[in-house]
Structures are given as C-alpha cells and as structure tokens.
C-alpha cells in the first residue's frame, strides 16, 4: 500500500513538472536588409556676393543741359527761353564779361550768371524794352532814362539805357562804386561761390535762393572757364566750343538793337572802324576795352 502511494506522488509530481514547463518557440529571424547611404562630399569656395549696397540718389549729378531743353528765368520778370538762347547770350557777352573783369576785378563767372538771371538770357521785359540786363533800380542820383517795372513793388524805377553795353559798364560802376560791395573785392576772383552769396548778404537781391540760383548757372554752363581764362588758370582754348556756338548762333539768330561783329584774322579797330563808320574811341567805349587788342572769334558791338 505504502509503494502504491508512493508511486502516486512520483506520478503526480511528473505530471506537475511538464505542466508548467515553458513552451519555447524558435523563429528564423529575417536578416534586415541593410540602408545604402550615399555620402556627396561638396567642395567649400567663397561665394562672390552681388553688391547690395544702395546708391545714393538724393544728390543725382545734373547732366548738361540740352539743346533742345527750357530754361525758366525768374527774377524781375518770369521768362522761357531754350538752352540754346542762353548759350548764344554766353556767347555774346562773354567777351564784355571778361573785359570788365580786367578792368573792374569783377568775375566773368558772376557777370554772366547775374546778365542771364536779371535780363532771361537778354529776353526778358527789362532787357527789351530798356536794355537793362541787371536789374539795376534807378536810386538816387541817378539821371538818366528810366522805365516803370514791376518788382518787389508795384511799377518802381529802373534804369534804362541806350544799348546792352552801357548795362554791363553801368553794372561795373555800380559794384565798384557803393560801399556795401567793397567787401566782395576782398574775395578771390576765381571764388564765384563767395561773390554770389556777397552779392546777395550786401543787398543786391531780396531772394533767398538768389547765390544758388547764379552757382548754378556758373556750374552748368560752364562759365567759371571765363573766369580762368583772364586768370590764365588751367584754361586751354577750345576750338570746337567755338565752332558749336557760332552754330548755335546762326539756328537762333537774337534780334537786337546793338550789331555786333565776329573779329576775324587781320582785323583792327582802326579797320572796323573804317569798316562800320564809328571812331576807335567808341569801339572800345562800347566794348570796355582798356587797349587796342582784339582776338579771333571775339564779338564786338559796333553800332
């Protein structure tokens, strides 16, 4: 009996064991397929960056003025002229300029910006009808003829006179001869800024804008090269400007009551003289010239 129990537990606990014993699975495990991974190896340079800066544009550089292109002149009256009417004015007066600048110590420069400003480039009201390129009022003292004119004030008195010339000497008296324009004689005569903003300071104009408005003629036409050739600073004679203004003279011919002549080789004032019937004293008178020297391509005014 005791070997029959025994025998039943030994079976039992057999029995028990393979029960619980775990149940192991084994898989074939699928290899992975392995990533191909491509590597470029890019070569490093310094890139060229474009320029990015931006152009200063509040100051542009004015191009030269065109031939064809207006010029709006406001000073004692408002006038529109083309370009090419105020080189022509250049072109007329330019040796008077200079003659006046020798014998007065009065920049050509300034002589000319304040002639094309005052008188519309020889088109304007006063200048038509009174031959007064400068604006000049009558004052007192003065004896001479004189017109009405609006201005700073209704119908003042500005002077008249009987030909262009006798404004651009009067215009010469008239700077030398007042006090309040002494101290523009103290300037350099190659300094056109400092005398257009003198003129303006010793009382010549009321506008403002008056020295900017002479600096920029001077600057776009060029006319500080009038001021170097009396100086005989860096100024070399130009044959082709010439020749382009004696052009520009015979498209726009200028209607005025003063002839005036081209000097020519072999010219004198004793044979224009004789040519023109008027005396060597007057030739020069008319034309502020201090000796008997003229130069080709100079223009005269001879009646």
Known sequence: MFKKILLLLTLLTLIGCTATKPVIVT????????????????????????????TNTSNP??????????????STSRTVVTNDVVRVYISQYKDVAMGNMRNYGIPASIILAQGILESGAGRGDLAMNANNHFGIKCHVGWTGDSVKHDDDAAQECFRKYNNPSESFKDHAVFLTGRSRYAKLFGFSKGDYKAWARGLRTAGYATDPKYPDKLISYIERYNLYQYDNQVLDVNYVFNEKQLVEERTIEARNPVNTSLASYIVQKGDTLYSLSKKFDVRVEDLKQKN???????SIGQRLMVK
Not at 28 to 52: F, G, M
Not at 61 to 74: A, F, G, L, W
């Open 27 to 54: 898989t074939k495990k699928t290899p992975l397929k392995s990533k191909t991974v491509v590597v470029r190896t890019v070569k490093k340079t310094n890139a060229i960056r474009p320029n990015t800066t931006k």
């Open 61 to 74: 550089v004015k191009p030269e003025p065109k031939t064809n292109d207006t010029e709006t002149i406001v």
């Open 288 to 294: 502020n010239l201090s000796d008997n020297t003229l």
